[in-house]
Nanobody, 121 residues
């Protein structure tokens, strides 16, 4: 069982920044690619960003490219989502996800409980 805990969400004005954190309560960072998914009210889930176990291969959705950056620190067993130039449409619950594999390409099997990000105009 993989346990993921997100933090760092909150409320910010458009144009501001937030940094999301995802930590694991067990030692999951071996052989696990990680990602972030968000869900806005009334909308489908959106795959926002992902990172390989080594950190050398990342993905960012077109909607966040150039504004969001995913990274990881395996020594600290944490991944991060730096969100800059936030827009109202970035408002959503952000979920951390993990998959059993070094590449982020594939299904994600484990999920956190989510952290709310609210961007106001």
């Amino acid at each position: 069982q993989v346990w993921l805990v997100e933090s760092g969400g909150g409320s910010v004005q458009a144009g501001g920044s937030l940094r999301l954190f995802c930590a694991d309560s067990e030692c999951i960072f071996r052989n696990n690619a990680m990602g972030w998914v968000r869900q806005a009210p009334g909308k489908a889930c959106e795959f926002v960003a992902a990172i390989s176990w080594s950190g050398d291969d990342t993905f960012h959705a077109d909607s966040v490219k150039g504004r969001f950056t995913i990274s990881r620190d395996n020594a600290k067993r944490q991944i991060y989502l730096q969100m800059n130039r936030l827009k109202v449409e970035d408002t959503a619950v952000y979920y951390c996800a993990a998959r059993n594999g070094k590449s982020w390409r594939g299904l994600f099997e484990s999920w956190g409980q989510g952290t709310q990000v609210t961007v106001s105009s």
